[in-house]
């Protein structure tokens, strides 16, 4: 089995009318939204992509672009299955999530182009691999993560994952069934703020880093996150020889910075 992440060429977008299968909680404000592409389709797309839904949110005929990553990697199981992960954090995103549901119910079909991006896993399996998300951030980490496991199930990966309460924390249970069954992966979740109901790590994300590693140098680091996030935590862990160049975010590409960001 190679080590290296497979086929890294870029591929044409394509649409597809894709039926909306599922709208389910994943918490109280994140839902899971999964669609099946068309018959006989075999979709393919790089692990930490994302997608372009486009949906007539007012059944006018007017239709709006929003862009998702992809939450699950191409699965030869399940060649025709999309998942997304979507954070009901406004009356926008609330309308998003209702009108899909409404799709669901009625076995509707959405428009989806897919895929775009270019932070997307790219990297030599074998080496060591740390994933940090913030908030829904994860969709994208988990995507990375299946893949690099099914190319590489020894892979040496650490997960960081930030949330502002311990009830943010969905897909707990495949994340801990991962570090039972692959022994050289590790997750860590964390809370921003120390609390009476929380017993795991608190802090900033480059904190909790910081002091599990004496160094990062030669780490292939995927960060998915705000700006802010993602940019000063390379910065604040420069200092444990963590590369930019290993660095791997959508932020790069829609968000490109000047000057350095604290966080």
């Known amino acids: 089995m190679s080590k290296v992440a497979g086929d890294t060429e870029k591929r044409p ?6 039926k909306v299968v599922d709208v389910q909680n994943l918490s109280e404000e994140t839902f899971q939204i ?3 592409a068309p018959e006989g389709t075999q979709l393919q797309y790089h692990a930490g992509q994302y997608l372009q839904l486009e949906l007539d949110l007012n059944n006018d005929g007017q239709f ?3 862009f998702y990553t992809i939450a699950n990697s191409c699965d030869p199981v399940h060649p025709r299955r999309l998942e997304l992960f979507i954070h009901n954090a406004s009356e926008f995103s609330g309308k998003i999530i209702q009108h899909l549901a409404q799709l669901s119910e009625a076995g509707a079909f959405a428009k989806i182009n897919l895929a775009m991006g270019n932070a997307y896993l790219q990297t030599d399996v074998s080496l060591p691999h740390v994933l940090i998300a913030a908030g829904s951030g994860i969709s994208k ?9 099914r190319r590489n199930p ?5 997960i960081y994952w930030s949330n502002k309460s311990a009830s943010d924390f969905y897909f707990l249970e495949e994340f801990n069934q991962w570090v039972q069954q692959h022994k050289n992966l590790n997750f860590t979740p964390i809370v921003e703020a120390a609390n009476d109901n929380w017993t795991g790590r608190s802090g900033y994300i480059y904190e909790v880093v910081d002091k599990d590693f004496a160094s990062l140098d030669g780490a292939q680091v995927y960060l998915c996150g705000s700006p802010r ?4 935590t390379i910065d604040q862990l420069e200092s444990k020889g963590l590369n930019e160049e ?5 932020v790069f590409e829609y968000a490109p910075r000047e000057k350095k960001q604290a966080v």
């Open 154 to 158: 020894d892979a040496d990966v650490n």
């Open 64 to 66: 709006q672009s929003l």
């Open 229 to 232: 996030m993602v940019y000063g």
């Open 13 to 18: 977008v394509v649409s597809l009318d894709c």
């Open 34 to 36: 999964l669609f099946e």
């Open 246 to 250: 290993n660095c791997y975010s959508d």
């Open 141 to 149: 980490i988990k995507c990375v993560t299946e893949e690099i496991l």
